[in-house]
């Protein structure tokens, strides 16, 4: 590193932060970007510095958006009282990808995980059971992952909604076991949805 001058090694150790990044990658994005074109590398900075300023988190589903409400949460052709409960956005945008799915989303923020010390506190439990006391909900859809902490999570929701009168189904076994739902191809993750079965 000290072959470089220290606006390079600057980046160098920036890039390094990146998940799966490691320094011969960081080195090789950083030259790449020092011989790519003036207006290139602008608008990946500018793209950089407006993602913290402008994504914020959804006031209803909890999953990313720039304004208020998601462009999901806001579209009226969506049925508002069918909700697909997931771990994270990349899960909901695969469910989105897959087009089989027309209700909105909560984004539970993570997985219980006691192990990591993760508990129901820590994700947006509280916030689904308050949709549910709030009454105008048909049917939850349970779509964790179908490891460990996917399952527990499930069947945590699925104990804290068994005394109110809604319907809840989990993400039928087209999913792989230990699954992670962003990593699964669309026809599976449309199918799972559609045989999805009463918990
Ligand atoms: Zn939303």
Redo the contacts with the bound molecule.
Sequence with gaps: MQYYPESMNRLIRSLCRLPGIGEKSAERLAMHLLQAPEAEVSMLAKNIGELKKQVNI?S??F?L?DAE??R??RDPSRNASLVCVVESPPDMAAIEKSGAFTG??HILQGLLSPMDGIGPSDIRIAELVEKVVAGSLREIIIATATNIEGEATAAYIMNQLKPFAVKITRIASGVPMGGELKYVDQVTLKKALEARYDI
Excluded: E, H, L, Q
């Design positions: 959804c209803s589903c999953s958006s409400k998601c999901i949460c909105v989303y």
